[in-house]
């Protein structure tokens, strides 16, 4: 009777713990279930915007290999405002400025790279995106804004670029004693790396330009 008594005991006790704590138990055992179900239904949903993404862009890099100016118009904004943290939209903007360039409209290339440094999740498109945007303000002799664009925001794997962008700006600006810095401090960021030899040509090309400083 004594064992009847300790189970009746241990059963009353389970009773009046499940009675506290077993709603609580279910109802988080609900909360667990939903946020795993909502995870793989969100990184199913992700998965789905990033395939639709991708079919957008390959029909932009075709737009933009037929010349196609407003299909390539239209593709980029179509990524920009319905796929924006694709990275789709970034290289779809890039590839849409790239094409504004070979058309002539340095304007329309300057906007799409602008939106890729306001808006691109991989530092790297930015980067490519500064780089590539300052190149288009040196030719339109905007030195100012071509320097800010790469003296800012660069990763690590682009500061020889970026330093070479500057050495190119600081020349054309005349300013003959900085650009040399500039393409010494592009050597040496390439020196670290032991890459890219035929850039390490040219800048030091354009540094023997400019004479001893």
Do not use: C
């Amino acid at each position: 009777m004594a064992y009847d008594h300790q189970e009746q005991e241990q059963l009353e006790a389970l009773k009046a713990w499940f009675q506290t704590w077993g709603k609580a138990i279910a109802a988080g055992a609900v909360v667990v279930a939903a946020a795993f179900g909502g995870w793989q239904g969100w990184q199913a949903w992700q998965q789905k915007k990033a395939n639709a993404a991708a079919l957008v862009y390959d029909e932009l890099q075709q737009a933009a290999q037929a010349a196609k100016a407003d299909d390539v118009k239209r593709l980029a904004g179509t990524l920009a405002a319905d796929y924006k943290g694709t990275a789709y939209a970034a290289m779809g903007a890039l590839v849409a400025a790239k094409a504004e360039l070979a058309g002539g409209d340095a304007k329309g290339a300057q906007a799409h790279y602008e939106w890729v440094i306001a808006n691109a999740k991989l530092e790297e498109f930015a980067a490519m995106a500064r780089l590539r945007l300052s190149g288009v303000l040196l030719d339109q002799k905007d030195y100012d804004a071509a320097l800010k664009a790469v003296s800012t925001g660069m990763p690590a794997a682009f500061e020889a670029l970026a330093a070479d962008r500057r050495g190119d700006v600081l020349a054309a600006q005349g300013n003959k004693a900085e650009a040399r810095k500039a393409y010494v401090e592009a050597l040496d960021k390439l020196a670290v790396k032991r890459e890219n030899q035929g850039l390490r040509q040219i800048i030091e090309i354009k540094r023997d330009a400019l004479g001893e400083g």
